[in-house]
């Protein structure tokens, strides 16, 4: 199995990128944030999950080791496939994401990862016990039910979910407040 790969980018779109290792080109899917850190001809280290079906073989790519383990963390929800489980870690910070399993927050997950409310539920209950000690960071909680919040009034303003989710994602950290970070998430929307 591939764990680990470290190469120049010969190639990326918003989805994966081509990583030249010996001169052999992989193809990884990575997550968007991931793929903002990458520039053609740049050299990228990458921790990877090898997933084989029995009509291929796909290598995931992350950062870091703590992007990895979360997303093998989520391969094992059943119904979470490697597909879902890229998805969801490249909706919602690791941390936010974390953070709204332990408290059991169905809605945040539901809004702002973008997933159904039965998978929703279905990640909380298999995976609550597994991050009981996860301490969660003071005032996450009001971090996210305010995005819950955005998300809400942007779509009040006739945006779809996808669109207020993709445009809080791309709000600076250091925006502080609800009715700043929605002014942020519009100006986002008005440049697309």
Known sequence: MIAYLKGEIIYSNDKFLILNTGNVGYKVSVTPETILLCEEGKQIALFIYTAVREN???????????????????LDVSGIGPRSALSIIGLAPIETVKSAIATGDVAYLNKVSGIGRKTAEKIIIELRDKLQNYKIIDGTSSTLREDGDIIEALKS???SQNEARDALKQVPPSTEGT???????LKVLSNH
Do not use: H
Request: no cysteine.
């Open 56 to 74: 291929s073989i796909d290598l995931f790519g992350f950062i870091n080791k703590e992007e990895l383990s979360f997303f093998e963390l989520l």
């Open 157 to 159: 303003l006739g945006y």
């Open 179 to 185: 009715n700043a970070r929605i002014k942020e998430a």
